[in-house]
């Protein structure tokens, strides 16, 4: 049945490369979002406890709040949530979890999904700086669903709700990825245009024999 299944498989990406290629796309995704989901809680409970959780980390104040506070791009206040923003030890927690998630969706996507034979040096940085964007795209969104989702949870189910506000707060960072990573890695994974076949080489017709 499995070799089976990969001669079908074989016949629709040949058919529809496109979409075969979204299929995997989407399913090598949520493979990084199940991970993500999984490693987040974990890192964050350990950062839990240590005393970066009341270390403050609020950088890049772009703007002013409706309260008058100063609006950060990375906004974790000290303390836990939902009183404080979590401090260090969620920024840690978040990024970590994000790295590793992304470094593996990086190979992945690559050999399997794009089949790029691009140079990897390349294709890294350029994935690289894409990742760089989306995190400070996604810091920035954060400072307006964060605190309102946790506050929400916790408030309604304590313990239980802080672990779904994690849930959901990763969810919105995978969709983010999902959403924008597509088309880039479209660009980036392309495949290394086949060398240009070497004209034939026409043979010289043979000097006339000595006379």
Do not use: H
Not at 51 to 79: E, H, I, K, M, R
Not at 129 to 140: E, K, L, P, Q
């Amino acid at each position: 049945m499995f070799s089976r299944t990969r001669r079908a498989w074989a016949r629709f990406a040949e058919d529809r490369p496109a979409v075969a290629e979204f299929v995997l796309f989407t399913a090598i995704s949520m493979g990084m979002t199940v991970l993500q989901l999984a490693l987040m809680p974990v890192l964050k409970w350990v950062f839990g406890l240590t005393p970066l959780v009341d270390t403050a980390f609020q950088v890049l104040g772009v703007n002013t709040n409706a309260d008058g506070s100063t609006f950060f791009v990375f906004d974790y206040a000290a303390g836990a949530l939902p009183a404080g923003g979590g401090g260090l030890a969620y920024f840690l927690a978040v990024q970590i979890t994000l790295a590793i998630a992304q470094i593996i969706n990086f190979f992945l996507q690559r050999t399997v999904t794009f089949k790029s034979d691009t140079n990897v040096w390349r294709a890294a940085a350029w994935y690289a700086f894409a990742y760089v964007v989306i995190t400070f795209a996604a810091a920035w969104l954060q400072g307006f669903y964060k605190d309102p989702i946790y506050r929400w949870m916790i408030e309604r189910w304590g313990s239980t709700g802080e672990a779904g506000a994690d849930v959901v707060t990763m969810i919105i960072n995978a969709l983010l990825s999902f959403v924008v990573f597509f088309p880039i890695l479209k660009i980036i994974f392309r495949k290394a245009p086949a060398d240009a076949a070497e004209p034939a080489t026409i043979p010289t017709p043979s000097g006339a024999g000595a006379r």
